[in-house]
């Protein structure tokens, strides 16, 4: 594992003895997070602000033929350009000798593979904002490109962390059971990657890996209606991840032989300061606080699902 951390953790060593901070480049501005995110790095009168890093680049990135990514992308990029001075470059490539550690944000999935193929050519430890991808194939293609650069990566929602996940642990337990929004994006053919992977996510964190089978039975329309995936555990136990459509808040259950925990929810979900304190110390060690394995297995769920749903709720093998 070492020499896979050794080029991103030397990166780091440069950038610290030339600056005192870590500069973060941003690839994709189509998402709230980049505003979100650039704030907490380079607002030092902000009460989450982490010392230490500041967001000084970013590409623009934009998917056209989805209306949330092409409506938004120039009003982001304007917005961390005016008010943190951001520069704003014309490729990925223009950020070599600009940037410590880069943020791959671009909300659609499909973007990933192809941005983090020159993301990777930089050599500098990565956060790739969730999905990963939008299929297991370009999932498992960046993993693969990814170990031959030798760059270190991680990727997660934001709903792993915080007071919903936290009140929600259960020690020793058999079964979880995870709901929130699941609304769906017609470019993305593992349609649960789109919004679904939060929920499935949560499932992760509470359950973690191990998954072999999974069943999906859908109810209702794409445009409202209700998914219940359902996955076996090698040694078991049973978690279930509901998505809604067109919305709905976050929940969980955790079952216990003798105890049942249920996470609040009477917090907002998205405790963004919570997961950027693990990607600035990802940026600063090169160690993922959630094992890439993870994240393949993630993927390869929501593969497992995307196929059980194509032949009518039948149980599919994870691949």
């Known amino acids: 594992m070492r020499s896979l951390f050794g080029c991103a953790l030397a990166a780091i060593a440069v950038a610290g003895s030339a600056q005192a901070e870590i500069r973060i480049g941003i690839v994709g501005t189509d998402t709230s997070h980049v505003p979100a995110f650039t704030k907490v790095f380079n607002d030092p009168t902000s009460p989450d602000h982490i010392a230490g890093f500041r967001v000084v680049a970013a590409f623009k990135g934009g998917s056209p033929d989805i209306p949330s990514s092409r409506d938004r992308v120039e009003g982001y990029a304007t917005e961390i350009h005016d008010k943190w001075g951001v520069e704003l470059v014309s490729d990925i490539a223009s950020m070599a000798g600009k940037v410590d550690a880069v943020l791959l944000e671009s909300v659609d999935g499909r973007a990933h593979l192809p941005q983090a193929r020159q993301v990777f050519a930089l050599h500098k430890p990565v956060f790739i904002d969730k999905p990963l991808a939008s299929t297991l194939e370009d999932a498992r293609e960046i993993a693969r490109l990814a170990a031959e650069a030798k760059v270190v990566w991680f990727s997660s929602s934001s709903l792993r962390y915080g007071a919903l996940m936290d009140s929600a642990k259960l020690t020793g337990a058999l079964g979880v059971d995870v709901w929130g ?95 950027l304190r693990q990607i600035a110390t990802f940026f600063e060690t090169g160690v993922p606080p959630v094992p890439n394995a993870v994240t393949l297995e993630i993927m390869a769920f929501m593969d497992a699902a995307q196929r059980s749903k194509a032949a009518g709720g039948a149980v599919v093998k994870l691949r």
């Open 181 to 275: 929004p699941g609304p769906l994006e017609q470019h993305h053919a593992v349609d649960l990657s789109w919004y679904g992977i939060h929920a499935v996510e949560m499932l992760y964190t509470l359950m973690g890996p191990g998954c072999e089978s999974v069943t999906r039975v859908t109810g209702g329309t794409d445009e409202a209606g209700t998914d219940v995936v359902t996955g076996r555990w090698k040694d078991g136990r049973v978690g279930t991840a509901r998505v809604i459509r067109p919305n709905s808040g976050y929940g969980a259950v955790s079952f216990g032989a003798k105890e049942i925990k249920i996470g609040r929810t009477d917090v907002p979900p998205f405790n963004y300061v919570l997961l």
